[in-house]
């Protein structure tokens, strides 16, 4: 009788390490199967030019991601990462094109995305306002007085800005490797700061991180001001892209596809476990590899809100599974 009883276990402890490895490791096989298949449909795929392009395009959501997965760490969620994202580049436009120098408008454009940031945490953790209703109202609000700032007409980059949208095609965009060196470095936070460590604590059991110690509030509050000041960075380098400022479309419904990059990196949405590299990085470039390759083989355009929609609802489910899994454990 023992022995069967071991081969039980042993069973069931290997089907548990199957589905474990499917959990955490799912997005990887599936980007891995995307770029083959890609790679085999079209020629143009994994040629030079298209991938620097691939990465330059990501950079925008890359840079909104970073700052929300501290966010989506604790437990909560921020859906006006978009019109932070375009309310810190109409700042940096305007005020470049009014004649501040570009460093000190950069820096006004990212403390803008911090203030908006610093305020939605004040409204979720001291306000106690339901962090996806409380950031939504500032997501349209901010829509709006971007509508007003630039009077709803497109602004064309001039002079220093537009000198920053030339990236020779035979090199590494610079905008992508800032880009990635903001990735590396709040990874480095997320693991090996205090801070970090306090944050996935909050997500994992907030009343235990009580307990021991970790001021709360503060940690949250900090959390939604670093998501606003990455927002702010995202909306500078989608300026750059596009070499244009566009109220009707920099950052509008990017919140959504970025909530769905965290999740497919790994991070949960309830909290307490995910990184930002190789996870978010990972996740971004994902749902990028799937429009990218919809694109060279001339998919119809109208297959992509279907493809984005069977992607969300496969990044929740894996999501729900993981949840439960660990709750099993």
Not at 40 to 69: A, W, Y
Not at 115 to 142: D, E, R, S, W
Not at 218 to 227: A, D, H, S, Y
Request: glycine residues 12%.
């Amino acid at each position: 009788m023992k022995p069967e009883k071991r081969s039980l276990r042993d069973g069931g402890l290997e089907h548990k390490s199957i589905a474990k490895l499917f959990l955490n490791y799912g997005v990887y096989f599936a980007m891995l199967l995307l770029i083959i298949i890609y790679s085999c449909l079209s020629k143009n795929f994994l040629t030079r030019v298209n991938l620097l392009q691939l990465l330059r395009d990501s950079n925008q959501l890359m840079l909104i991601c970073v700052g929300l997965s501290f966010v989506m760490l604790t437990g909560d969620i921020d859906v006006s990462v978009g019109s932070t994202a375009a309310m810190s580049a109409t700042v940096w436009v305007i005020g470049v094109q009014a004649g501040i120098p570009m460093l000190l408008a950069t820096i006004l454009a990212i403390i803008t995305g911090g203030i908006i940031g610093t305020v939605n945490g004040f409204l979720v953790v001291y306000g106690k306002i339901n962090a996806f209703l409380g950031t939504l109202g500032m997501m349209i609000g901010l829509r709006g007085l971007v509508f007003m700032a630039t009077n709803n007409k497109m602004i064309f980059l001039k002079g220093d800005l537009k000198a920053l949208t030339r990236f020779p095609s035979i090199q590494f965009p610079l905008i992508a490797l800032a880009g990635f060196i903001c990735v590396i470095i709040m990874q480095f936070v997320l693991k090996y700061t205090k801070f970090g460590r306090k944050v996935v604590a909050i997500g994992c059991n907030i009343k235990s991180a009580k307990i021991v110690g970790v001021n709360v509030r503060l940690i949250k509050m900090f959390t939604f001001t670093i998501c606003g000041c990455f927002a702010a960075l995202g909306g500078m380098a989608g300026t750059l892209n596009v070499g244009c400022l566009t109220a009707a479309h920099l950052g509008v419904g990017i919140e959504f596809t970025a909530i769905m990059a965290v999740i497919l990196g790994g991070m949960s949405i309830s909290g307490g476990f995910g990184t930002i590299f190789p996870g978010t990085l990972v996740g971004v470039l994902f749902l990028y590899i799937i429009e990218n390759g919809l694109g060279l083989v001339g998919a119809d355009v109208y297959i992509y809100p279907l493809v984005r929609g069977v992607v969300i609802f496969a990044a929740m489910f894996v999501d729900s599974m993981k949840v439960r899994y660990a709750k099993a454990i």
